[in-house]
């Protein structure tokens, strides 16, 4: 059924197992004229000529891209240990060696990858650590609801509220300390230009990685926008960072935050700019993006829309922020549902982030050869009609009395991942984001401006990056 049986691009003899298929590539090119974005829609389209387990090859790197469960088990669990290496992307201005000492993007045998993840869970991510950040969380989104309050009536910019809250609650956990100001209307605009520089420049495609040859002229300026975002990045926390040092260093300090931890162990500043940098990057754009994609599912579906307020109405009342009500939010209900169903149709990272082969395997009757990129199309994959019903309508109650999880072990429903590299923010990120949604439905009912951005609205669904703004729209608050 598909357009090649066999690899148009193979060239293993008729005995070993092949590429999977794909289109036949140019010379020095190879397929890139035929993705011209590594979009996951366009990838999506490709795999229904070739099938869910596709093979592509741009300028001198091959790719394989899976799109369907069982091909997202073999390579994310049965073959894990081979394919779960990371190529460092070309805009970051690091070598190997330096990315070996600092980074996430390191490779799973090395010492300083354990080391950070394992961190992570313990200080960040653990159900100690979660309950330590409860009331913060809790004073974060009150502040949210208060300021929503004295904006009755008044359109409100509900993307940049939402980084504002969600960049304050992270920044708190790790500096006990607010960057940004609600009241600033807002103060998250030029903090938010620098992420967003930073993970354009990662996540675009860098036809330097593709045709090594151009590798270091960096003529789409990738790099340098990299190196600039990042410095302005770190000068947000480098003067707490010092602080916090000299504190230390003069014996007048009790540990409070996961800066603590890190300088305690002993990270040097290029190390903790680093590892921060990479938290922030990975974590507020994939929370945001889920809370404003939940909440415009929300209000073009008004049936789930009224059975969560319902929900909220009945089983928490006023008392939805409190730590008790965070602890319950994980269980069955519908509010957790909503969340689900937003993952499933917008995984705010539709293909992951790109895995490679680090050595040769062998994935069903398919070669992945060493060091090939390797992509998972979650996006595909939570579209599959194979495995969801009516999959393009937004319907919560189908993750309602079903044990369907995103913890990694089911492997139709992926936004986080599995296996190795699976997200370490999950634990964090299972919790903020209902608790986000659940105080902006409880507490407000919603409606678009009138001069409508009813087609913003639709776009932001249809639209392949993360990027919602301007997201407005006016509240009235709740009884
Ligand atoms: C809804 C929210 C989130 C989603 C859907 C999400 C999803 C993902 C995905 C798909 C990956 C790539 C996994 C792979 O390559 O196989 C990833 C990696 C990562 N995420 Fe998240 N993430 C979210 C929130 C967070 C948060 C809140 C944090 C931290 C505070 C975080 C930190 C990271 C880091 C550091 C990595 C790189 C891990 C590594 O390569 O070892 N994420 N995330």
């Known amino acids: 059924i598909y357009k090649h049986k066999k ?16 289109p036949t590539p140019w010379p020095i090119l190879g397929n890139i004229h035929h993705i011209k974005t590594m979009s996951h829609v366009t990838l999506y389209n490709l795999a229904k000529s070739y099938g869910p387990l596709m093979s592509l090859k741009l300028g001198t790197k091959r790719v394989i891209i899976a799109s369907s469960s069982s091909f997202a088990l073999q390579i994310l669990k049965v073959n894990d240990r081979i394919l779960s290496a990371r190529d460092v992307p070309s805009a970051v201005p690091l070598t190997r060696s330096e990315i070996d000492q600092l980074s ?33 969380w809790e004073e974060k989104v009150t502040e949210m609801v208060e300021y929503l309050r004295g904006k009755e009536g008044m359109v409100v910019d509900v993307e940049e509220l939402v980084f504002v809250t969600i960049f304050n609650v992270f920044s708190n956990a790790y500096f006990s300390r607010d960057f940004l100001k609600l009241e600033e209307e807002f103060g998250g605009n030029e903090v938010r230009v620098f992420l967003r520089g930073i993970i354009e420049a990662l996540l675009a495609f860098n036809v330097s990685e593709f045709i090594p040859v151009l590798g270091k002229f960096d003529f789409q300026g990738l790099r340098k926008k990299h190196k600039e975002m990042s410095i302005k990045m770190h000068s947000l926390w480098e003067p707490a960072v010092k602080e916090r040092r000299e504190k230390m260093e003069s014996g007048n300090y009790s540990k409070q ?56 109405d009945t089983e928490f009342n006023q008392e939805l922020l409190s730590n008790c009500n965070l602890l319950q939010l994980s269980t069955n209900y519908y509010l957790q549902a909503c969340v689900k169903e937003t993952l499933r149709l917008h995984p705010p990272a539709p293909l992951l982030l790109p895995h490679r082969a680090r050595e040769t395997c062998q994935v069903m009757n398919y070669t992945i050869p060493q060091n090939a990129h390797v992509l998972v199309n979650v996006w ?13 309508e937004y319907r919560p109650e189908r993750f309602i009395d079903s044990s369907l999880d995103f913890k990694g072990n089911d492997f139709e429903f992926l936004p986080f991942s599995a296996g190795r590299r699976i997200c370490p923010g999950l634990p964090m990120a299972a919790k903020i984001v209902p608790l986000v949604i659940g105080s902006l439905i409880r507490f407000f009912n919603w409606t678009r401006p009138p001069h409508g951005n009813d087609a913003d609205v639709h776009e932001v669904l249809r639209a392949t990056s993360n990027m919602i703004h301007p997201f407005q729209l006016i509240p009235t608050a709740r009884k």
């Open 380 to 392: 595909a994959i939570g579209r599959d009609p194979s495995m969801w019903d009516e999959p393009l």
């Open 7 to 22: 690899s148009s691009n193979s060239t293993s003899n008729s005995n070993s197992p092949q590429l999977p298929p794909g």
């Open 257 to 312: 935050d996961f800066l603590d931890t890190l300088l305690e162990d002993g990270f040097n500043d290029v190390q903790i700019n680093k590892l921060f940098e990479e938290l922030f990057t990975a974590g507020i754009d994939t929370t945001t993006s889920t809370i404003n994609r939940t909440i415009i599912e929300l209000m073009n579906n008004p049936d789930s829309m009224n059975k969560l307020q319902h929900e909220l």
């Open 104 to 136: 996430f993007w390191s490779d799973p045998w090395i010492d300083q990858w354990k080391n950070i993840r394992t961190k992570c869970r313990v200080e960040l991510f653990s159900s100690k650590g979660l309950d330590s950040q409860a009331r913060m």
